[in-house]
């Protein structure tokens, strides 16, 4: 059984840090391209980036670019999210998700999900 468990959400105020971890088990993160994506009250789930599982290149959505970095932890089985420069358009709750599609934004490419945390930025 997979199982995605995302933690670290809160609430911090404009231009503050923080960092998501996403803990998987049943399933490899090294051998899975791993993504986070967001989805805010009212609106679709939005693609936020990618760690692909050959090489680790990282994609990101531009609204983050710069301000956001993906790392994994392949020992650990843990993928993370360093979000620096927070800014109020970023309050959402943010997803991980695991797919065995080399490269895709698509959420309905992803085959396992986490339950989600909540990041509010408040300003």
């Known amino acids: 059984q997979v199982t995605l468990v995302e933690s670290g959400g809160g609430l911090v105020q404009v231009g503050g840090s923080l960092r998501l971890s996403c803990a998987a088990s049943g399933l490899d993160i090294s051998t899975h391209t791993m993504g986070w994506f967001r989805q805010a009250p009212g609106k679709a789930r939005e693609f936020v980036g990618l760690i692909i599982w050959s090489g680790g290149h990282t994609y990101y959505h531009t609204s983050v670019m710069g301000r956001f970095t993906m790392s994994r932890d392949n020992a650990n089985n843990t993928l993370y999210l360093q979000m620096n420069t927070l800014k109020p358009e970023d309050s959402a709750v943010y997803y991980c998700?695991?797919?065995?599609?080399?490269?895709?934004?698509?959420?309905?490419?992803?085959?396992?999900w986490g339950q989600g945390t909540q990041v509010t930025v408040s300003s």
């Open positions: 998700a695991a797919t065995t599609t080399y490269y895709t934004r698509e959420p309905s490419q992803f085959e396992f």
